[in-house]
């Protein structure tokens, strides 16, 4: 596949973040590609102990693959009764390749008969804007809420359908995808970065 100058790689195969990603990041004349349109299938391991690093470990691979402008992102759930788990290990914590539900039932398991004051968590994103080699910036967003008891809502993805924000009185997966980028920890983080990009752009 042919990319163009104003390209940018979303270093992500996961198609529900993409969009969301692409919608957050919509910029006059640039482009973004995710894994799936450039038919990436290599796996990268994210050995990071931190959002942050697992952020840059998957732009560092894709543009040394593409030489290509690259975001990329690390997000999860940090739990307070469960001192900050899932953590770096949400995508995967009931296994390597467990899907949200197993995810989700896991979770739940843990916190069964805790009561709503104590099933305090937070969605964290780290986003990362990779340029050049070593040369990149970083942006942070965070939503705090509540573990609910069982899962509601059908939109979004993850852990959304568990995740209750008291001040919406709704749970992620019961919001509008318009209404979850206001909110949500990625659409903050990804803001922030636009501006980034937006300058990078600006300055060829």
Do not use: W
Not at 99 to 107: F, S, V
Request: charged fraction near 35%; charge should be neutral; glycine fraction near 6%.
């Amino acid at each position: 596949m042919s990319i163009s100058n104003k390209t940018v790689i979303i270093a992500t195969k996961n198609r529900g973040k993409s969009r969301e990603i692409k919608e957050i990041l919509k910029i006059d004349g640039v482009k973004y590609l995710d894994l799936y349109d450039l038919d990436f299938n290599d796996r990268i391991v994210e050995y990071g102990r931190s959002f942050e690093e697992n952020a840059l470990i998957k732009a560092a691979a894709i543009f040394d693959r593409y030489r290509k402008p690259v975001v990329a992102d690390d997000s999860g759930l940090e739990v307070e009764a469960l001192n900050g788990r899932p953590g770096v290990y949400s995508a995967r914590y009931a296994g390597e390749n467990a899907t949200d539900r197993d995810n989700n039932e896991l979770l739940l398991e843990e916190l069964l008969n805790l009561p709503d004051i104590d099933r305090k968590a937070r969605f964290v994103c780290v986003a990362v804007f990779y340029y050049d080699v070593n040369k990149y910036d970083v942006e942070k967003g965070e939503v705090e809420g509540y573990i609910t008891h069982n899962p509601v809502g059908d939109q979004g993805f993850g852990y959304d359908p568990i995740f209750y924000l008291p001040d919406l009185k709704k749970t992620m997966a019961e919001l509008t995808p318009e209404e979850k980028n206001k909110i949500s920890h990625r659409g903050k983080a990804f803001r922030r970065l636009k501006s980034h990009i937006i300058r990078y752009f600006n300055e060829r």
